[in-house]
């Protein structure tokens, strides 16, 4: 069998089809079964298949293609990270891997479609007011969480105010207007409709507009979970490691850092086109590998029959592997980068900062870490997403300046010494060690550190002594406004104490470009806020990119009905839009 990359890229024998996904429209449409940022209809042109045998971008589902599924089996998957906290929406820390198990028990209020429209999903419509500054939600009728309590406005709204009032989460909802209490200001229409109000800095007095609002809810932020649970993990009646949600699935068993086991809801809401009930499969075990290679043996020996991969040494090998199929993701994706801690004294400095840029030769590490799978990264905005620019004026390889713009800081200041930190597998260990090599090649006394990722990660949170450069992946998705809460000044707490801008970075470029996205209707206003964030990053140095992150869903060729999660008012939502590397296991049945 000829192994296939199927959305967002397949390897095809024949005739290559390319899609064009316009990415923004003016303004958010008022229809009452969707809210819509996007788009027109994917445009396809016919290329030449003598041209290149590279992947390329493969049209979206349609129903006409279904295939009659089947029910019943598990899967067995693998990812590589536990999450960092308990599984309740507001706290979780959520990365790709936690976001594909989260989707098996949790359904979001809104999912990303095909066309980049932001869909209704447990709720029936989103709709604003003519600024954008109220949004009415209504949520779809009979939908229970799995310990019987039903969907209603009551149980959306506690679950806004636990996001609101969260360190972890509540950043995203800084613009949505707040009591004195810290509570969403909302006013509850009937049972199952209500309304939201935005206001900046959380300020009534002072509404924002905000199109892109709905977005907020088809990632964590919309998670919902059953009310009862969450008040008994507060009242410590209940387990913060078993959720419960209105998802697909229902948890079995969980033991924290090994395997999560989720089993058929046999009460779900959600259906296929021909009314089917969903899901298809009977259960689902979620297996934690943290190593990529030791994850893509799991899967050759027949250990588990999907893993999820961003190793570029594994995709490498998988994608050219006829006894596996390979789900690329490579659109919308997080940047691999080297995170700086911007309040250290030699990493205010942006000679420093460029310095150790330019000192990188990333063509060199993309071969030496991914087999040149991966594409040179020059920013934290990928293909796809707003912002995006090929060309942004950020520093290329050049050793030698690297080492005189070294030299001449040391003249001055002293000594420059990095400590660079990253997780503890194979590939981030090799990655690590071509970095410090490179730094001590201009002059810099760079050494390594290896910790597991959760410590990696709480060190970012809390600006600990030990963060100073750091291996890094973030910054996916569609729009610049989700991520506000990595880069504005209203987040970079001071060392020592909690804060999601990890790096601690203060620009008054980047935050006055941030609210212009945040409020925008226009596309034209919008792209030219995000390019300009791009540049400024690019001549500050603020972070240091190495390459676009691609990821593969690779599994085993009985498993089948990837990207084809129905929406309930017709279309797919779009498996990994915003945050790759996960995949609705919804409709996904085993042959």
């Known amino acids: 069998m000829r192994n296939q990359q199927r959305f967002w890229t397949r390897r095809q024998a024949g005739v290559a089809i390319v899609i064009t996904i316009s990415l923004l429209a003016a303004a958010c449409s008022n229809k009452k079964d969707e809210v819509s940022i996007g788009t027109e209809p994917p445009s396809t042109e016919v290329a030449d298949p003598s041209e290149s045998t590279q992947p390329v971008i493969t049209p979206p589902p ?28 507001s706290l979780v820390q959520c990365d790709s891997y936690c976001y594909m198990r989260a989707f098996a028990f949790y359904d979001p209020l809104t999912v990303i479609d095909y066309d980049l429209g932001i869909r209704p999903y447990l709720a029936e419509s989103f709709e604003p007011n003519k600024d954008f500054t109220v949004w009415t939600v209504k949520l779809r009728k ?21 996001v609101a009032k969260s ?9 949505l207007a707040k009591d004195g209490d810290g509570n969403v200001v909302t006013e509850k229409i009937d049972k199952l409709t209500f309304t939201i109000a935005t206001g900046f800095n959380g300020d009534i007095k002072k509404p924002l507009p905000w199109p892109t609002l709905p977005y907020l809810f088809s990632k964590q932020g919309g998670f919902i979970a059953s009310p009862k649970w969450l008040q008994a993990v507060k009242d410590n009646t209940g387990d913060a490691a078993k959720p419960v949600g209105t998802g697909p699935f229902k948890l079995q068993s969980y033991s924290q850092g090994d395997k999560l086991t989720a089993v058929r809801n046999e009460d779900y809401w959600g259906k296929d086109a021909d009314g089917n009930p969903l899901p298809y499969l009977d259960k689902v075990e979620f297996r934690v590998i943290a190593d990529g290679q030791v994850r893509q043996q799991a899967l050759e020996s027949g250990d588990v029959d999907l893993i999820a991969t961003s190793d570029g040494r594994s995709l490498s090998s998988l994608t050219e592997n006829g006894d596996f199929v390979t789900e690329m993701q490579d659109k919308y994706t997080e940047t691999s980068h080297i995170l700086l801690h911007l309040t250290k004294p030699v990493l205010k400095s942006r000679e420093v900062r460029c310095a150790l840029a330019q000192a990188l030769d990333r063509d060199s590490l993309i071969e030496v870490v991914a087999n040149g ?25 050049d050793p030698d300046a690297a080492s ?7 003249a001055e200041n002293g000594p420059v010494s990095v400590r660079y930190m990253t997780t503890a597998t194979s590939t981030t260990k090799i ?60 987040t970079a707490a001071a060392d020592g104490t909690l ?9 008054k470029v980047i935050e006055e470009n941030l609210r212009k996205a945040r409020s925008a209707t226009d596309e034209g206003e919008r792209r030219e806020a995000a390019e300009a964030i791009n540049r400024r990053f690019a001549e500050q140095c603020y972070l240091i990119p190495l390459w676009w992150t691609q990821w593969g869903i690779v599994h085993t060729p009985d498993i089948a009905n990837f990207g084809r999660n129905p929406l309930p008012d017709g279309g797919f939502a779009l498996d990994g839009a915003g945050f790759p590397g996960q995949a609705w296991l919804t409709a996904v049945f085993k042959n």
Request: net charge negative.
């Open 404 to 410: 005189a713009a070294i030299e001449a800081y040391e």
């Open 499 to 507: 804060g999601l801008n990890f790096a601690r970075m203060k620009d």
């Open 373 to 397: 799978f991966f594409e040179k990264a020059n920013a934290p905005f990928s293909s796809g997403q707003e912002g995006y620019l090929a060309d942004n004026g950020f520093p290329e390889y």
């Open 62 to 89: 349609t129903e006409a293609e279904a295939v009659e599924p089947k029910t019943g089996g598990t899967l067995r998957v693998a990812g590589e990270a536990e999450v960092g906290a308990p599984w309740t929406p």
């Open 142 to 162: 009979g939908i229970k969480f799995h310990d019987g309590t039903p969907l209603d406005a009551d149980a959306v709204i506690y679950n806004l105010n636990e």
């Open 167 to 175: 360190f972890l989460t509540g950043p995203a909802l800084y613009d």
């Open 431 to 490: 990655q690590a060690e071509f970095v410090v090599e490179a730094w001590n090649a201009i002059g810099v006394d760079a050494e390594l550190a290896q910790v597991e990722q959760s410590e990696l990660i709480v060190n970012a949170i809390t600006g600990s002594d030990v963060f100073e450069a750091f291996g890094w992946r973030n910054h996916g998705g569609v729009y610049v406004d989700q991520q506000q809460y990595w880069w504005t000044e209203r």
